[in-house]
């Protein structure tokens, strides 16, 4: 069963049924309020879940669908996977369907299923009408690829084929960070009698647990967890990605505002001026001017402000540019969140983006120094940047010059990725070598395939030599980082090294059919002695072809029961003898010359002369002339 987590929302005008559709897809509902009830109307965020066809378990928002409640809109749509956009057949794309259209590109969410709601209502040649122009409506828009499921929520037709369709679009969807910090924007704050405070959210990164310490900014209210529950059941422990509800100690209902952040101490910055990337509506009928006053909308929080243009005079419908938001009131913002800003009065959606940074202070306009380190930022989330500049081990001052930042700035990134388990740090002589984990990772499982393929086409050569494993890598390091990346990775016990030689934990696996023909040769050396045929002679007795043997023979001398001298190969025990005997004689006389050591061995002069020079080398024997003595 899929384990991560998933939220689904809706999106659309009022009264095209978002709330009847959740309510048979899920068989929950969704609107709480007597008001939302004697209305008809969603007012707050409603929420239920579903399990899936594949087994998948999915939180559901029902957002409202009213002018008037587009706020709410805005917090729910944040964090979703997938958005349903509803469209009554009877009536078509309305006035709030388009602004939810527009928030939702604002907001990035990257995928999306049309759904024709009320079908009941229509005929067949209305119903093909409607998906027509509904498809002409969305061309601009990106939905303009999205399936298109008819449904009616009254009868339940086509619900099994959008549980389908959702279930297909949700296999392409990654899971949500829980190594990170943890981080619920809250949605609902009430009091339970004798339980307290509890408030609900999506969890956006990391896990709560049990007793965990965290803080409520940006109040900065220190808390602590007292009980949690998902979809209504209690749980230890909560993932990124699930609706939870959180029972906190030592909190008052009151002290908790509405667009707080529920977040992992030291964490996260607050503060009221934020760097922007800003994207202008192209149906925007004004442009976005200097210094004009906006509603900002970030997760579940609203805030007023003023936007601080510092690339343009003046933001024209469909241009894009950088600015500074400064708020009247401090907030929690991180890189890489998208927000929305809407116009002060009349209250309409214009213009959106995502937050760069929290900002010291406020910039000077048109200034390429300002504009410069923006466009860094712009290409990502800082860590994120630095982790993707970390593909390969870089050293502190390597990495600091390629970022064009100091030292002190990259050391504070570095421990952030360090103690969100992002990095991997590796010593090389008495430097340390910075590597982003999930690249290390990649690099090492590329690494072991290289090596079991090698082992697994080559079996007798006792793995991939360094060099060869190098250039099929196509490693560009110097030796010495090759070898201190090589060797790091052996030590944690990644794969193996033998000399030279780079194998995995397990070591190749020798067919049977290649065991036999070890074994052929093995049976023919057991009784040679110190006069062992050359390989050539005795390959097709084994049923080995003459170009293979030498590689068979290398495979017994790595696994120690060879021993080659001189293009001859000898069972090691028979060397052991030769060796004892040689000694032996050598402490009686002194020493020995070529002819008494033929006789003691029982061989002739075409072995016994490599034999001693063998000796001679192990440090067993020393040649003086003609003669051999102890070494």
């Given at each position: 069963m899929d384990e991560r987590h998933y939220l689904v929302g809706t999106a659309g005008h009022v009264d095209h049924g978002k709330t009847e559709l959740i309510r048979a897809l899920s068989g929950i509902e969704t609107d709480r309020l007597k008001e939302e009830k004697q209305r008809g109307i969603s007012i707050e965020l409603g929420f239920a879940h579903m399990r899936l066809p594949s087994g998948r378990q999915v939180g559901i928002v029902d957002v409202p669908g009213h002018e008037r409640f587009v706020r709410q809109m805005l917090a729910g749509a944040s964090g979703m996977d997938v958005v349903m956009l509803v469209i009554?057949?009877?009536e078509g794309i309305k006035p709030q369907t388009q602004e939810h259209l527009d928030i939702l590109t604002l907001l990035g969410i990257p995928r999306g299923i049309i759904v024709i709601n009320k079908v009941d209502l229509v005929d067949e040649e209305w119903l093909e009408f409607m998906e027509e122009e509904v498809r002409e409506g969305l061309k601009e828009t990106v939905f303009h690829?999205?399936?298109?499921?008819?449904?009616?929520?009254?009868?339940?037709?086509?619900?099994?084929?959008?549980?389908?369709?959702?279930?297909?679009?949700?296999?392409?969807?990654?899971?949500?960070?829980?190594s990170g910090p943890v981080r619920m924007p809250l949605d609902r704050v009430f009091s339970i009698q004798g339980f307290g405070t509890v408030v609900t959210g999506t969890l956006n990164s990391g896990v709560i647990k049990l007793g965990q310490e965290l803080v409520i900014e940006p109040a900065h209210i220190l808390t602590k967890v007292r009980s949690l529950q998902v979809y209504k059941n209690k749980v230890n422990l909560a993932e990124a990605g699930l609706r939870v509800a959180v029972n906190l100690?030592?909190?008052d209902v009151t002290e908790v505002e509405q667009g707080s952040v529920l977040v992992m101490p030291n964490n996260f910055k607050v503060g009221k001026i934020l760097d922007l990337k800003v994207s202008n509506l192209s149906s925007a009928e004004k442009s976005?001017?200097?210094?004009?006053?906006?509603?900002?909308?970030?997760?579940?929080?609203?805030?007023?402000?003023?936007?601080?243009?510092?690339?343009?005079?003046?933001?024209?419908?469909?241009?894009e540019g950088f600015a500074q938001i400064l708020l009247e009131q401090p907030v929690v913002a991180a890189p890489g969140d998208r927000f929305v800003l809407r116009f002060y009065s009349p209250t309409h959606t214009i213009a959106g983006g995502k937050v760069l940074s929290v900002a010291e202070f406020k910039q000077k306009r048109f200034r390429e120094s300002v504009l410069s380190q923006l466009r860094i930022k712009d290409q990502g989330d800082p860590l994120d940047l630095l982790e993707r500049e970390m593909a390969e081990p870089q050293s502190g001052p390597d990495l600091a010059a390629r970022l064009h930042i100091d030292l002190a700035e990259l050391e504070g990134g570095l421990r952030s990725l360090e103690n969100s388990q992002r990095l991997e740090i590796?010593?090389?002589d008495d430097n340390a070598l910075y590597w982003g984990k999930e690249m290390a990772e990649t690099w090492r499982l590329k690494l072991i395939s290289i090596v079991e393929t090698y082992e697994g086409l080559n079996p007798l050569r006792g793995g991939i030599s360094r060099e060869e494993l190098k250039t099929r890598l196509g490693i560009?390091?110097?030796?010495?980082?090759?070898?201190?990346?090589?060797?790091?990775?052996?030590?944690?016990g990644f794969y193996r090294i033998s000399g030279s030689k780079v194998e995995t934990i397990e070591g190749a696996v020798i067919p049977s059919e290649i065991q036999k023909r070890l074994n052929a040769l093995r049976s023919l050396w057991q009784n040679v002695g110190l006069t062992p045929p050359e390989l050539g002679t005795v390959s097709e007795t084994c049923g080995i072809q003459k170009v293979d043997i030498p590689e068979y023979a290398g495979y017994l001398c790595e696994q120690g029961e060879w021993v080659a001298v001189s293009g001859f190969y000898y069972n090691k025990s028979d060397i052991q003898k030769a060796k004892d005997g040689l000694v032996e004689?050598?402490?009686?006389?002194?020493?020995?010359?070529?002819?008494?050591?033929?006789?003691?061995?029982?061989t002739s002069r075409k072995y016994a002369v490599p034999l001693l020079e063998?000796?001679?080398?192990q440090r067993v024997t020393r040649r003086q002339g003609d003669k051999r003595t102890l070494f």
């Amino acid at each position: 069963m899929d384990e991560r987590h998933y939220l689904v929302g809706t999106a659309g005008h009022v009264d095209h049924g978002k709330t009847e559709l959740i309510r048979a897809l899920s068989g929950i509902e969704t609107d709480r309020l007597k008001e939302e009830k004697q209305r008809g109307i969603s007012i707050e965020l409603g929420f239920a879940h579903m399990r899936l066809p594949s087994g998948r378990q999915v939180g559901i928002v029902d957002v409202p669908g009213h002018e008037r409640f587009v706020r709410q809109m805005l917090a729910g749509a944040s964090g979703m996977d997938v958005v349903m956009l509803v469209i009554a057949a009877d009536e078509g794309i309305k006035p709030q369907t388009q602004e939810h259209l527009d928030i939702l590109t604002l907001l990035g969410i990257p995928r999306g299923i049309i759904v024709i709601n009320k079908v009941d209502l229509v005929d067949e040649e209305w119903l093909e009408f409607m998906e027509e122009e509904v498809r002409e409506g969305l061309k601009e828009t990106v939905f303009h690829e999205a399936p298109l499921c008819r449904v009616s929520a009254l009868t339940g037709e086509g619900i099994p084929f959008l549980h389908q369709t959702i279930d297909e679009l949700l296999s392409d969807v990654e899971s949500k960070k829980t190594s990170g910090p943890v981080r619920m924007p809250l949605d609902r704050v009430f009091s339970i009698q004798g339980f307290g405070t509890v408030v609900t959210g999506t969890l956006n990164s990391g896990v709560i647990k049990l007793g965990q310490e965290l803080v409520i900014e940006p109040a900065h209210i220190l808390t602590k967890v007292r009980s949690l529950q998902v979809y209504k059941n209690k749980v230890n422990l909560a993932e990124a990605g699930l609706r939870v509800a959180v029972n906190l100690a030592g909190v008052d209902v009151t002290e908790v505002e509405q667009g707080s952040v529920l977040v992992m101490p030291n964490n996260f910055k607050v503060g009221k001026i934020l760097d922007l990337k800003v994207s202008n509506l192209s149906s925007a009928e004004k442009s976005l001017i200097q210094r004009q006053r906006v509603r900002f909308h970030l997760g579940t929080t609203e805030i007023l402000g003023r936007i601080h243009l510092l690339d343009h005079e003046e933001l024209e419908p469909g241009q894009e540019g950088f600015a500074q938001i400064l708020l009247e009131q401090p907030v929690v913002a991180a890189p890489g969140d998208r927000f929305v800003l809407r116009f002060y009065s009349p209250t309409h959606t214009i213009a959106g983006g995502k937050v760069l940074s929290v900002a010291e202070f406020k910039q000077k306009r048109f200034r390429e120094s300002v504009l410069s380190q923006l466009r860094i930022k712009d290409q990502g989330d800082p860590l994120d940047l630095l982790e993707r500049e970390m593909a390969e081990p870089q050293s502190g001052p390597d990495l600091a010059a390629r970022l064009h930042i100091d030292l002190a700035e990259l050391e504070g990134g570095l421990r952030s990725l360090e103690n969100s388990q992002r990095l991997e740090i590796l010593k090389e002589d008495d430097n340390a070598l910075y590597w982003g984990k999930e690249m290390a990772e990649t690099w090492r499982l590329k690494l072991i395939s290289i090596v079991e393929t090698y082992e697994g086409l080559n079996p007798l050569r006792g793995g991939i030599s360094r060099e060869e494993l190098k250039t099929r890598l196509g490693i560009t390091w110097t030796h010495r980082r090759w070898q201190t990346v090589l060797e790091s990775g052996s030590v944690r016990g990644f794969y193996r090294i033998s000399g030279s030689k780079v194998e995995t934990i397990e070591g190749a696996v020798i067919p049977s059919e290649i065991q036999k023909r070890l074994n052929a040769l093995r049976s023919l050396w057991q009784n040679v002695g110190l006069t062992p045929p050359e390989l050539g002679t005795v390959s097709e007795t084994c049923g080995i072809q003459k170009v293979d043997i030498p590689e068979y023979a290398g495979y017994l001398c790595e696994q120690g029961e060879w021993v080659a001298v001189s293009g001859f190969y000898y069972n090691k025990s028979d060397i052991q003898k030769a060796k004892d005997g040689l000694v032996e004689v050598l402490k009686l006389h002194g020493e020995v010359g070529v002819a008494e050591v033929r006789e003691l061995w029982g061989t002739s002069r075409k072995y016994a002369v490599p034999l001693l020079e063998f000796f001679d080398q192990q440090r067993v024997t020393r040649r003086q002339g003609d003669k051999r003595t102890l070494f």
